[in-house]
C-alpha cells in the first residue's frame, strides 16, 4: 500500500514536470523522452495507475488509494484534489475529456467521461457515472449521476 501511494506520488509529479517543461518551450532529446516514457511506465506499473503525460494536474492532488486511477491526456484538474481508487477521467466518441476544478472529490469508481465540468468544491459519489456538467459545491451520485445536493 505505501509503495503504490509513494509510486502514485512519483507518478503525478513526473507528468506536471513534463507539463512544465513542455509550456517552457523546452522539447527532451531523443535520449530524454526514453528515460522520461521509461520511468513513467515504472512508476506507472508499480502505483497501478494509467495518468497519461499529457494530463494537466493541479498542485497537492491526492491519490490515497491510486490502483486503477485512469486519467486522459486531455484531462485538466485543479488543485487540492482527492481522486479514489478505481476512477476513470476519460473521453467519450469525441476528442474531449473532463475538467476538475479545485477541492474536488471523486469517490471509488466513479466515472468521469467527455467534455464536462466538475466545479470547485463538487463531490462525485463512488461508482457514479458523470456525463453532464456538476456545478461548483454539488454533489453528484448515481447512474447517471444526478445532483442531490448543491449549494
Known sequence: MLLSVH?????????????????????????????????????????????DL?????????????????????TVIGDDCMIMQQVTLGQLAEESAPTIGNRVYIGAGAKVLGPVTIGDGAAIGANAVVLTDVPAGATAVGVPAKIVKGK
Open 7 to 51: 509510486a502514485a506520488r512519483k507518478v503525478v509529479d513526473l507528468v506536471r514536470d513534463h507539463r512544465r517543461e513542455l509550456e517552457s518551450g523546452r522539447q527532451p532529446g531523443s535520449f530524454g523522452r526514453k528515460m522520461l516514457r521509461l520511468r513513467h511506465e515504472l512508476w506507472s506499473t508499480l502505483s497501478g495507475t494509467d495518468i
Open 54 to 74: 499529457g494530463t494537466t494536474i493541479g498542485e497537492r492532488l491526492q491519490l490515497p488509494h491510486p490502483n486503477g486511477v485512469v486519467m486522459h491526456s486531455k
